[in-house]
């Protein structure tokens, strides 16, 4: 006597391939977008910290401007704030996907921008940008600003 044959069919094959490209088709977007927010979340924290590092600079000399300016209005340029943090996100190594930068510095001010590289040139929420007074702020983008600077 034969057994029953142990196997599937051709239909049952196909069904199983389409639902698995629907899940796919679902599934890929969703986590690209996770992992883009997870990369625009460490360019936020590296630029606080940036603007942390910006305070305290300030704080030691009564000026966000380097010691190469002399403090005077009109003299300060974004390079006059030496080595103070890191460049790029991530902080600690590995392949950039923003660029830190002191983007304008004054005595009294300063306007910092992660610029988008790598893996995030394409990123819909554009460059991050945060100020002295806190504001924080996209460039570049076709997102708003409450979708990218999430609390």
Same mark, same amino acid.
Request: glycine share 12%; with cysteine; hydrophobic share 40%.
């Given at each position: 006597? %034969? &057994?029953?044959?142990? &196997?599937?069919? *051709? ?9 698995? $490209? ?7 977007? =969703? ?5 883009? %927010?997870s990369?625009r =979340?460490?360019?936020q ?16 000399? $009564? ?10 209005? $009109?003299?300060? #340029?974004?390079?006059?704030v030496?080595?103070?943090f890191?460049?790029?996100?991530p ?10 930068r002191?983007?304008?510095?004054? #005595?009294?001010?300063?306007?910092? %921008?992660?610029? %988008?590289t790598?893996?995030?040139? =394409?990123?819909?929420?554009?460059? *991050?940008? *945060?100020?002295? =007074?806190?504001?924080r702020?996209?460039?570049n983008?076709?997102?708003? #600003? ?6």
């Open positions: 006597m %034969r &057994g029953k044959n142990q &196997g599937f069919t *051709l239909v049952e094959l196909m069904i199983t391939v389409a639902i698995i $490209g629907i899940l796919a088709t679902i599934a890929i977007p =969703s986590y690209k977008e996770y992992i883009a %927010r990369k =979340s460490d360019a924290l590296a630029l606080v910290g940036l603007a942390q590092a910006m305070e305290r600079f300030n704080a030691n000399n $009564g000026t966000y401007c380097g010691s190469d300016s002399g403090g005077t209005v $009109g003299t300060c #340029v974004a390079d006059d030496p080595g103070m890191a460049q790029a996100v902080t600690d190594g590995g392949t950039a996907y923003y660029n830190l002191i983007f304008t510095v004054a #005595v009294n001010d300063y306007a910092l %921008r992660a610029v %988008r790598g893996s995030m040139t =394409s990123d819909k929420c554009g460059d *991050l940008t *945060l100020t002295a =007074s806190g504001v702020g996209i460039v983008n076709t997102a708003t #600003v409450t979708e990218c600077w999430r609390k």
